[in-house]
């Protein structure tokens, strides 16, 4: 795992868009895993920027979101078929038969899961899987104690993540209760995992991630197997971490024919 400390929030959008570019001009018909939380927006808006600047190409690209909630339809202001279109898709040039989210109406959710698990199969796999972390350490919504080893399913969500998201929806009992979310062992599938995270509030889910031991309870910490993850982090954030100052060191001392 490579732990990259950036100073603010800003700036951690900027390098992982840089990630993301890099991807992008080794393969430009790459397959990314897009996530919809909060902390992805700076991210997108700085991949919009470099559409429009840079001539940053999507038109290759496919996408699976990890998530989408049960019952709510794509057209439902905090769907998050909506919310990446708001955000994100309406501002590049990916075509929209590219774009993958799973379909939270679906009269047949186990068949579902299984047909979104073989779009991704069919496409080669994951290249590039972005991902932010909640609180309490999901990932997706794969919630503490979900199996690692878990597939694109049906989840139930922890009260604490429905408070949360709840910011989203006119009232809390709006939230709906289930989602359809990639399993850990489908995240973990990806050839390359980056997660973002900052704020002092995700100090503590950081701290357990990175150098806490691999569990169930904090499903993120599972990137610890993963052969080529990267996580990114501004200072707020980094401020629990044990070796804080070792991994400033490694990523000032990295070779430059490594990329980013």
């Known amino acids: 795992m490579e732990v990259v400390i950036q100073q603010d929030p800003d700036k951690v959008c900027k390098y992982a868009a840089q990630v993301v570019a890099e991807q992008l001009s080794r393969k430009p018909a790459s397959v990314l895993g897009l996530a919809a939380g909060s902390s992805q927006l700076g991210l997108y808006r700085e991949l919009i920027r470099m559409h429009k600047e840079d001539g940053l190409d999507f038109s290759k690209v496919n996408t699976f979101n990890l998530d989408e909630y049960a019952g709510l339809p794509p057209e439902h202001p905090c769907s998050y078929h909506t919310v990446m279109s708001r955000n ?22 186990p068949a579902e899961c299984q047909r979104y698990e073989a779009a991704m199969r069919e496409l080669g796999g994951i290249d590039l899987e972005m991902l932010g972390v909640g609180a309490d350490g999901h990932i997706g919504f794969n919630e503490p104690s979900s199996s690692l080893g878990s597939r694109t399913r049906l989840k139930m969500l922890t009260e604490k993540t429905r408070y949360d998201n709840s910011r989203f929806f006119a009232s809390f ?4 209760r289930h989602v359809i979310t990639m399993g850990v062992g489908t995240i973990m599938d990806s050839r390359m995992v980056m997660l973002i995270a900052f ?9 357990k991630l990175i150098e806490g031991p ?3 309870m904090v499903p993120a910490s599972v990137i610890q197997f993963h052969p080529r993850a990267k996580v990114i982090i501004d200072e707020a954030a980094a401020q629990k971490l044990k070796l804080k100052q070792y991994y400033k060191w490694a990523f000032e001392q990295k ?6």
């Open 88 to 109: 994100f898709f309406d501002y590049i040039n990916i075509p929209r038969a590219n774009i993958h989210i799973p379909d939270g109406m679906s009269d047949d959710i």
């Open 214 to 216: 691999v569990t169930a």
């Open 255 to 260: 070779p430059k024919w490594q990329g980013l």
């Open 199 to 207: 704020g002092k509030q995700k100090a503590d889910v950081v701290s």
């Open 173 to 176: 009992d709006e939230v709906p």
